[in-house]
């Protein structure tokens, strides 16, 4: 069901002083910054590796506001890490498959995800307190395209 990590999702408070330092200690390319408002987040994409049907990536997370999943999560834990994305082939049939078992999804259908991906969440409480993110990498074609 899972090809790889595509990545690990890290709550911050601020967001550039998080790239500099993760790109400056780890040598880590930053190959997107997003605005994703239906996820309340401003974020950024640093590249590590390319594996089956994408790559892998730390993913750093400001929230656009107090009231946003990564907002709650930082008043609740404070900075770390927030969430692990796996690659999946279809997300919509991962979904089915994942559904079928019991484990509950946070998204009906799947959302906008960074680099042109496709996403859906699983309730953290039915996957041992992690959150769990499902990812569809956009076509290499159109992930060239969203890469700066
Ligand atoms: C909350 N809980 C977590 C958690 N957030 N556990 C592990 N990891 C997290 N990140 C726990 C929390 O401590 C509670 O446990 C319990 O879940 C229920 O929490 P809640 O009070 O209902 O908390 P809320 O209202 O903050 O909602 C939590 C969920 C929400 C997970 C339902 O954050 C959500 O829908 N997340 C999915 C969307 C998201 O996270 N988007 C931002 C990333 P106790 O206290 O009851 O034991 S966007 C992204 O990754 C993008 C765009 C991308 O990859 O492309
Ligand atoms: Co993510």
């Not at 049907?53 to 946003?68: A, H, K, T, V």
């Amino acid at each position: 069901m899972f090809m790889r990590i595509d990545h690990i999702g890290i709550a911050c408070h601020d967001l550039e002083a998080k790239i500099a330092f993760f790109s400056e200690t780890f040598e880590l390319e930053v190959v997107a910054r997003e605005v994703n408002e239906e996820q309340g987040v401003k974020e950024a994409m640093l590249h590590i590796a390319d594996g089956e049907g994408g790559g892998s990536y730390i993913q750093l997370l400001e929230p656009l506001s107090d009231d946003s999943p990564v907002g709650k999560f930082l008043a609740r834990r404070g900075e770390g890490v927030h969430h692990v994305a796996f690659g999946v082939r279809d997300v919509t049939e991962t979904m089915a498959k994942i559904d079928a078992k019991g484990v509950r999804l946070l998204d009906e259908r799947p959302r906008h995800g960074s680099l042109g991906s496709q996403i859906a969440f699983l309730h953290p409480k039915d996957v041992g307190g992690m959150l769990t993110e499902l990812v569809q990498a956009a076509s290499p074609d159109e992930m060239a395209k969203k890469r700066s």
